[in-house]
């Protein structure tokens, strides 16, 4: 089996994957906004969050947005640069995501498998990520390699024109990391949403 149809299969399984974990009944609600709420869950060693809200635009200006340079350095709260090692002809990526590290916590990066599906029918898009291992991108020492269990965001059109959003995350950071980092997963998400919608509203696509 080639690399392509190798990392195919698992994007497809991450789809899977993301679907059972929205379902999934052990999250518990961790914050709460007005049109936000994010939850957390306990998962052998993980930081899990998942988020449900709702934020301006269309799915496709969603996606549009949050790929921005802009988004990522003033509003993506953990990655800091994105980098593109190859692309597939499936909407499908193999991407490097480095974090942002700080005095107590170390940068982290991740190397995953980005894949992107659009449904026809209602306009629904989704977004999975998930770890693998490529010799194209090996380890880097100023950085401790990650695991992304997974990173999934479906981003479903309402009749006003707005985007219904769910995100859920799974990731081991690895090495020493504080606990206070750790119990921070899914708190303060409608604080994020609401800079996220406030970041978007400064962009236009007219």
Same mark, same amino acid.
């Given at each position: 089996?080639?690399?392509?149809?190798?990392?195919?299969?698992?994007?497809? *399984?991450?789809?899977?994957?993301?679907?059972?974990?929205?379902?999934?009944?052990?999250?518990?609600?961790?914050?709460?906004?007005?049109?936000?709420?994010?939850?957390?869950?306990?998962?052998?060693?993980?930081?899990?969050?998942?988020?449900?809200?709702?934020?301006?635009?269309?799915?496709?200006?969603?996606?549009?947005?949050?790929?921005? *340079?802009?988004?990522?350095?003033?509003?993506?709260?953990?990655?800091?640069?994105?980098?593109?090692?190859?692309?597939?002809?499936?909407?499908?990526?193999?991407?490097?995501?480095?974090?942002?590290?700080?005095?107590?916590?170390?940068?982290?990066?991740?190397?995953?498998?980005?894949?992107?599906?659009?449904?026809?029918?209602?306009?629904?898009?989704?977004?999975?990520?998930?770890?693998?291992?490529?010799?194209?991108?090996?380890?880097?020492?100023?950085?401790?390699?990650?695991?992304?269990?997974?990173?999934?965001?479906?981003?479903?059109?309402?009749?006003?024109?707005?985007?219904?959003?769910?995100?859920?995350?799974?990731?081991?950071?690895?090495?020493?990391?504080?606990?206070?980092?750790?119990? *921070?997963?899914?708190?303060?998400?409608?604080?994020?949403?609401?800079?996220?919608?406030?970041?978007?509203?400064?962009?236009?696509?007219?």
């Amino acid at each position: 089996m080639c690399i392509r149809d190798r990392y195919y299969n698992y994007a497809l *399984s991450l789809h899977k994957t993301f679907e059972d974990l929205i379902n999934d009944s052990r999250w518990k609600q961790s914050d709460k906004g007005k049109e936000w709420t994010g939850y957390s869950m306990g998962y052998e060693g993980y930081i899990c969050s998942k988020s449900v809200g709702r934020l301006p635009g269309t799915p496709i200006e969603m996606l549009a947005y949050t790929s921005t *340079s802009k988004y990522i350095s003033d509003y993506n709260e953990i990655i800091k640069e994105i980098l593109i090692i190859d692309q597939y002809p499936v909407n499908m990526k193999l991407m490097r995501m480095m974090g942002k590290g700080s005095t107590f916590v170390s940068a982290r990066d991740f190397l995953v498998i980005n894949h992107i599906t659009l449904n026809g029918a209602n306009g629904t898009i989704e977004s999975v990520n998930g770890s693998v291992e490529d010799p194209r991108c090996p380890v880097d020492k100023k950085y401790v390699r990650a695991h992304m269990k997974i990173m999934g965001t479906r981003l479903i059109p309402t009749a006003a024109g707005e985007t219904d959003v769910i995100t859920i995350s799974m990731a081991d950071p690895k090495g020493s990391i504080p606990n206070m980092f750790k119990t *921070s997963a899914g708190k303060q998400q409608s604080t994020r949403a609401n800079l996220i919608a406030k970041g978007f509203r400064t962009v236009s696509y007219t």
